[in-house]
């Protein structure tokens, strides 16, 4: 019997849904690119311009939209971690059905190993690049 994993899953309820990335960076950039290999409908929402965003061209050549805020209806909106989470566009968002998440949210959600701890201010880089060292270091496979 082939058992779908939770990420399967995940993916194909993701297939029918209009998604939002706020802010491209370095937390939204693997994440936008896994998105888009999954063939979901992606709209990436940041201040910068095209010519200040780096990632634009190889984004849009994957099949992003663009847009300056998170406007028009979205069914998935993902916030930076840097976002605070009461921020008026996204109780607005979430006034209107849209669900409001972020990548650690999901991760934990789907990730199939015990989850033991996590310290920091929602899943920053910085303490995520510290505990991955700290694991590897013991042998363990991050």
Same mark, same amino acid.
Request: hydrophobic share 40%.
């Given at each position: $019997?082939?058992?779908?994993?939770?990420?399967? *899953?995940?993916?194909?309820? $993701?297939?029918?849904?209009? *998604?939002?990335?706020?802010? !491209? %960076? !370095?937390?939204?950039?693997?994440?936008?690119?896994?998105?888009?290999?999954?063939?979901?409908? !992606?709209?990436?929402?940041?201040?910068?311009?095209?010519? +200040?965003?780096?990632?634009?061209?190889?984004?849009?050549?994957?099949?992003?939209?663009?847009?300056? $805020?998170?406007?028009?209806?979205?069914?998935?909106?993902?916030?930076?971690?840097?976002?605070?989470?009461?921020?008026?566009?996204?109780? +607005?968002?979430?006034?209107? %059905?849209?669900?409001?998440?972020?990548?650690?949210?999901?991760?934990?959600?789907?990730?199939?190993?015990?989850?033991?701890?996590?310290? %920091?201010?929602?899943?920053?880089?910085?303490?995520?690049?510290?505990?991955?060292?700290?694991?590897?270091?013991?042998?363990?496979? !991050?």
């Amino acid at each position: $019997m082939n058992m779908r994993t939770k990420a399967e *899953i995940f993916f194909e309820n $993701m297939k029918d849904k209009k *998604i939002a990335f706020i802010g !491209v %960076g !370095v937390s939204h950039t693997d994440l936008i690119k896994l998105f888009l290999k999954k063939g979901l409908n !992606v709209t990436v929402c940041d201040k910068k311009t095209a010519e +200040q965003m780096k990632e634009y061209e190889e984004l849009k050549a994957a099949g992003a939209a663009f847009s300056l $805020m998170a406007e028009g209806k979205y069914d998935v909106v993902f916030r930076t971690p840097g976002m605070y989470y009461n921020n008026e566009t996204l109780t +607005q968002a979430r006034l209107h %059905g849209t669900a409001v998440t972020s990548e650690m949210e999901v991760f934990f959600d789907l990730c199939p190993c015990p989850i033991y701890a996590v310290t %920091g201010s929602d899943g920053k880089t910085t303490t995520t690049a510290i505990i991955a060292e700290l694991l590897a270091a013991e042998g363990v496979t !991050v």
